[in-house]
């Protein structure tokens, strides 16, 4: 009895062992599949990724250029108002200006024609507003016989004489008080990394010495800050025959 039992179940055993194997194999078959799906579903949205970054490097690359020409279209408006404003104060000056007697007619026009010379107030504009971007300058002018001096048109307390000048102590003192006032200006602009200074006279009444205590001054800043740091130009007064 219990061996005919046992022998009707062997065929039972069989089968379910080839299901489970069955089973089994579905199963890691499953597995498979879903790993080869994650793969893909990994890679679309890697893919997604790359194109959003490259959609939205190119809107950016669209928004600079619409920046840029915006830019350029306010330039070109700004220039057309400039040459109008330019050629008005030109037509204006030769209006008002007394010309010395002995000017020649044709001289005249040439530099009248001279000024009115788009490319050239332009190319000295241009140049002016790059160094203005690239510069801190300050703009030292001095005038009287005094004399009085201005950064940038502040007035800076400072005077000095011809017998001040002479004497070598005093000489020093004032040279030191120039430097100082030069030196605090381009302090309270946190000692720019490039500086261009302008010196300029302004009318015929500076004397001689008191101009060179100023050019010794700025002298003095550049060689303090290293000629590659600190920049200076002279503007010629023009003097009046």
């Known amino acids: 009895m219990k061996k005919r039992t ?27 599949k879903a790993e ?47 040459y109008i404003e330019l050629s008005n104060i030109i037509e204006k000056a030769f209006e008002d200006v007394e010309l010395p007697e002995n000017i020649d007619e044709d001289e005249v026009k040439r530099i009248k024609k001279l000024l009115e010379n788009k490319e050239i107030n332009l190319d000295y504009f241009i140049k ?11 703009d030292i002018t001095i005038q009287g016989e005094e004399p009085e001096i201005f950064l940038n048109n502040q007035k800076i ?10 004497s070598e102590n005093t000489r020093k003192s004032k040279l030191d008080i120039l430097e100082e006032r030069i030196e605090s200006s381009l302090k309270n602009n946190g000692i720019p990394q490039l500086v261009l200074i302008t010196i300029k006279q302004m009318d015929d009444n500076v004397f001689l010495y008191s101009y060179n205590l100023l050019l010794e001054a700025v002298k003095e800043i550049q060689n303090k800050y290293s000629a590659d740091r600190i920049y200076f130009t002279e503007i010629p007064f023009l003097y009046n025959n």
């Open 157 to 166: 307390d400072f005077s000095i004489t011809y017998e001040q000048y002479a």
């Open 128 to 138: 002016s507003e790059a160094l203005k971007e690239n510069f801190f300058v300050l």
């Open 6 to 32: 046992i022998i009707e179940l062997t065929p039972f055993v069989d089968i379910l062992l080839i299901l489970l194997f069955a089973f089994l194999f579905n199963i890691s078959e499953t597995n498979e």
């Open 36 to 82: 080869v799906a994650t793969n893909k579903s990994i890679e679309l949205a890697q893919e997604n990724l790359e194109l959003k970054n490259d959609l939205e490097e190119k809107s950016n690359s669209l928004q600079e250029i619409a920046n840029q020409n915006d830019k350029l279209e306010k330039q070109n408006t700004f220039y057309e108002n400039f």
